[in-house]
């Protein structure tokens, strides 16, 4: 399985910040906020990604990431003049996919959860369909809302209901088996001239091959598209790392864990972040001292 990190789009509820820098390489903490559904997808055992942005951001995730040999990873890159949608993501990336199933993760969300890669990995797994995860939200208005019939089988899903049937919100991370290019291709603009990802899930959900996974308690999703959400996911990591002494999206070591780096690479990264907590506890575990 081939993997997606969608890192588009103009930031606007992030102005002025985003005026200069694209939403997705601005901090959540200690990190790049692209690094947590980049992390995610290394989790779910994927090791081909595709970055897609903006043209004027594109050199600088080219910057950050490299083509992910240091990783253990595979890096490719491609353009998106303008944001059309999130299902565009299949269009602009078709001929690198392949014909292979793909993961999706858009680079503003943080997902979090002691058994995530177990979750993550079974996605993966499956040879047909496609999976998706909801999480209950107070306001699931401003999202894509899945609802439930009384044996707890997905019912419906609606792109921001004015008035929800449920309050499960379907999270910005999405696995496909691979006629997932195809299906994106045929669907129609919605009225706001995009290519809604809800549509290309209820083409799944209507044929009924789509698995709706419920993130419940132990679980976070954080979408850090506005600056109070920006700063709560930053002070959420802070909390799990200086609490709990583990590392929330951090790359480096979820390819040392993953099997994807060795121990002497680990040690590299830790050098090459100087002094700094992260590598200091990069350091630790290379080391050891972190089970």
């Not at 995730?61 to 490719?76: I, K, P, S, V, Y």
């Not at 496609?130 to 306001?139: E, L, M, N, Q, S």
């Not at 959400?229 to 583990?246: C, D, E, H, K, P």
Request: charged content about 20%; glycine content about 10%; proline content about 5%.
């Amino acid at each position: 399985m081939k993997g997606i990190l969608l890192a588009g789009g103009y930031g606007t509820r992030l102005h002025p910040m985003t005026l200069a820098a694209s939403k997705q390489l601005l901090p959540v903490y200690d990190k790049p906020m692209a690094y947590y559904p980049l992390s995610t997808l290394m989790l779910a055992g994927i090791r081909d990604v595709l970055i897609i942005s903006s043209p004027a951001d594109l050199p600088q995730f080219r910057r950050l990431l490299g083509d992910g040999r240091r990783l253990g990873m595979r890096f490719a890159f491609a353009e998106q003049p303008k944001p059309e949608g999130i299902a565009q993501a299949f269009l602009i990336g078709r001929e690198w996919i392949a014909g292979e199933a793909c993961a999706l993760a858009l680079g503003d969300n943080l997902i979090f959860a002691d058994h995530l890669s177990v979750l993550l990995r079974a996605a993966s797994a499956r040879p047909q369909g496609a999976t998706v995860f909801a999480y209950r939200v107070r306001d699931p208005e401003r999202y894509g809302v899945v609802s439930f019939d009384d044996a707890g089988h997905a019912e419906e899903i609606i792109e921001k209901p004015a008035q929800p049937l449920s309050n499960w919100a379907v999270t910005g991370l999405y696995f496909y088996d691979r006629r997932v290019c195809d299906i994106a291709a045929s669907i129609a603009p919605s009225p706001r001239g995009e290519l809604e990802i809800t549509d290309l899930n209820r083409v799944y959900l209507e044929e009924g091959s789509l698995h709706v996974e419920r993130l419940g308690r132990g679980c976070a999703w954080l979408d850090a598209g506005t600056p109070d959400s920006l700063l709560s996911a930053a002070t959420f990591v802070q909390t799990i790392q200086s609490r709990q002494g583990m590392l929330v999206g951090c790359p480096e070591e979820v390819a040392f864990r993953m099997g994807y780096i060795d121990r002497d690479a680990l040690r590299q990264h830790a050098h090459d972040l100087g002094k700094t907590e992260l590598g200091r506890v990069l350091a630790d575990l290379a080391e050891g001292a972190h089970a």
